[in-house]
């Protein structure tokens, strides 16, 4: 099979498209035929090994695995012994770890059905923005929470302004794109090129900001909540991540930052959402595996609207 390799770290030059032996799923594994497979900012992180302070997970000197790609929607080919929840042929999307492949194996318990209504594309472009989205917000939007999402038109953002409206509060979103936040269904839009941001907010999702804290945090109501999503600038060692370690021990504001958890529920919700047509990711521009090092190129230059997606 065709995948996506890299043996060190570095910009897209490193990348091969090469052919590896197909996989075969152990137990409790299933083999994906890959149909579609989403390109995030996190993949561009784990080729370039930046910040180096993720390289502690990813592979201190060189990456501990060759392979690049997290989200994915595809054709069940396999499956290893006590996987009962999926045969052969039947649709799936969810976290498909190597997935900038032809194949790829993944947990059974990382997998739903696939919408019959949800486009390949859309269903691999879902998975870890959407969950993302929903843990930052869940239990901070509700109905008449004024939410504020700074980068409302990236990967995270464009779905962070769609689950916020789904659990009811009121969304503003910041952005270089007016025309596209609003089709989001974005209350109120701020083109932050040409217009200062504004207003008070019980939620700030701060979706990979450079802004410093102290500007957000005087948009942000008394017992308000900044959430940060990602970092970026800041260096090669901490990428922004500092932005994340404020501490206000005498102010009712809180700071939180999260990884986002990729259950079995959360899986299934965004499957409901995406079925629902409440969550609907826009997938920009689609490549072939063999263009992953443009996709990548392009998804460095933060002018994506929505998402990316490879085909193998």
Known sequence: MKAIVRHTYGDESVLEYADLPDPVPAAGEVLVRIRAAGVDRGAWHVMTGLPRLARLAFGVRRPKDPQLGMDAAGVVEAVGEGVTRFSPGDEVFGIVRGSFAEKALTAERLLVAKPATVSWEQAAAAPTSTITAFDALRSRAAA?????????????????????????????????????????????????????????????????????????????????????????????????????????????????????????????????????????????????????????????????????????
């Open 144 to 312: 008449g929470t004024r939410v504020l999402v700074l980068g409302a038109g990236g990967g995270v953002g464009h779905l962070a302004v769609q689950v916020a409206r789904a659990l009811g509060a009121e969304v503003t979103a910041a952005t270089s794109d007016p025309a596209f936040a609003a089709s989001l269904g974005a209350g109120r839009v701020i083109d932050y090129r040409t217009e200062p941001l504004d207003g008070m907010y019980d939620v700030i999702l701060d979706v990979g900001g450079r802004r410093p804290v102290r500007e957000l945090r005087a948009l942000l109501a008394p017992s308000g909540t900044l959430v940060f999503v990602g970092g970026e600038g800041g260096g090669q060692i901490l990428g922004g991540m500092q932005r994340q370690l404020v501490v206000a021990p005498f102010s009712g504001q809180k700071f939180v930052t999260f990884v986002a958890r990729t259950t079995p529920a959360a899986l299934q919700e965004v499957a409901d959402h995406l079925a629902a047509a409440t969550v609907v990711p826009t997938v920009d521009r689609t490549y072939r595996l063999d263009e992953a090092a443009a996709a990548l190129r392009h998804i460095s230059t933060g002018a994506v609207r929505g998402k990316l997606v490879l085909l193998p």
